[in-house]
Nanobody
């Protein structure tokens, strides 16, 4: 039982930046990994970035490598997604997700935060 709340979305012009935050609460001692996903209009939800809750390993979807950075503040139970050089195709609802075991799927999800990138 982990609750997640995203914030930081908004409207930006192409080439701009946004920083998303995801605050976790509840059974945070059981966290194994955190991730960011997004769902664009008319498209399936897709993986964007992920990190281990303990440790420094990070991973990214190919189309955001070099532009997005996932980071965390364990003391604040918060994960961030720094998004630079935003493109209109980055427009989506961004969701934070939590995994509580190595072999488990992401089972906790935030409510989502809208990111809109205008041309």
């Amino acid at each position: 039982q982990v609750q997640l709340v995203e914030s930081g979305g908004g409207l930006v012009q192409a080439g701009g930046s946004l920083r998303l935050s995801c605050a976790a609460s509840g059974n945070t001692l059981s966290l194994y990994a955190m991730g960011w996903f997004r769902q664009a209009p008319g498209k399936e939800r897709e993986f964007v970035a992920g990190c281990m809750w303990l440790g420094s390993a990070r991973s990214y979807a190919e189309d955001v490598k070099g532009r997005f950075t996932i980071s965390k503040d364990n003391a604040k139970n918060t994960v961030y997604l720094q998004m630079n050089s935003l493109k209109p195709e980055d427009t989506a609802v961004y969701y934070c997700a939590a995994k509580v075991a190595k072999t488990a799927d992401f089972t906790s999800w935030g409510q989502g935060t809208q990111v809109t990138v205008s041309a």
